[in-house]
């Protein structure tokens, strides 16, 4: 009982505590975890407002430490207003996600160029870049957030040339857990950027006759 409250409540399901079997569903919006934004509330609560009342003695020293601990808080203030803001959102041909300023954007999985999984004592850190998104780029933690749609559609890519048309759950099956991804993934593109398509791929495997049916019938569909 405890486990699932920490892994559904506190830290967003995070890997090796208790993520969910099947994944998280697709077109649902992942958050920051509670216990990242509660910390960053916390930080600016302390550090913005209860240092200057509990340090002034009159009512200018208060005005004046509380500019002063506010300007020091920047750093805080950003992670607060990051940790509400934040989220992405995999859906069947395109992620949105949404930035600290409150802005969305979205792109199509088949408009990644490059990938690139930078090195941190967390897991590492996934980044995504865009042909929609000109220098803009998504970063989000495969630990914190569920990034099995990503992985699949661009394991898939690099396996067969092809973007699927759209999210469809039986082309994926060879692929195996989300650690499995995970590992292919960082061969790809841990602690080097890796271009989609590039000549460090290799020859593509030809598709199997049972997943071209699936790509055939899928493109029939979307006509």
């Known amino acids: 009982m405890l486990r699932k409250f920490l892994a559904e409540t506190v830290t967003n ?6 993520r969910p079997k099947g994944y998280i569903p697709l077109g649902q919006r992942q ?5 990242a934004v509660l910390a960053a509330d916390s930080f600016v609560l302390i550090v913005c407002f209860w240092l200057p009342l509990e340090i002034s003695r009159d009512t200018e020293e208060l005005i004046s430490m509380f ?7 920047l750093f805080f203030w950003f992670l607060a207003i990051h940790s509400h803001a934040f989220y992405i959102q995999q859906n069947a041909t395109s992620v949105k996600w949404r930035n600290w300023r409150f802005k969305t954007r979205e792109f199509d999985y088949s408009s990644i160029t490059k990938i690139h999984m930078q090195v941190n004592n967390k897991g590492g850190y996934f980044v995504i870049s865009s042909s929609q998104m000109g220098k803009r780029r998504l970063g989000v933690s495969p ?6 749609y990503i992985y699949h559609m ?11 048309p759209k999210y469809i759950p039986e082309l994926f099956v060879e692929f195996g857990d989300y650690e499995e991804m995970d ?3 960082k061969i790809l593109c841990y602690a080097h950027k890796y271009e989609i398509g590039s000549p460090e791929a290799g020859e593509y495997r030809q598709i199997p006759e049972h997943l071209q049916r699936i790509l055939d019938r899928a493109a029939a569909e979307s006509k």
């Not at 399901?13 to 208790?18: Q, R």
């Not at 958050?31 to 216990?35: G, R, V």
């Not at 500019?67 to 808080?73: A, H, L, P, R």
């Open 13 to 18: 399901g995070s890997i090796g505590l208790n």
């Open 143 to 148: 630990v914190f957030f569920d990034a099995t």
């Open 31 to 35: 958050k920051k975890p509670l216990l």
């Open 154 to 164: 661009i394991l898939f890519r690099e396996r067969y040339g092809v973007w699927p």
């Open 67 to 73: 500019v002063f601990s506010n300007i020091v808080g």
């Open 183 to 185: 590992t292919l993934i």
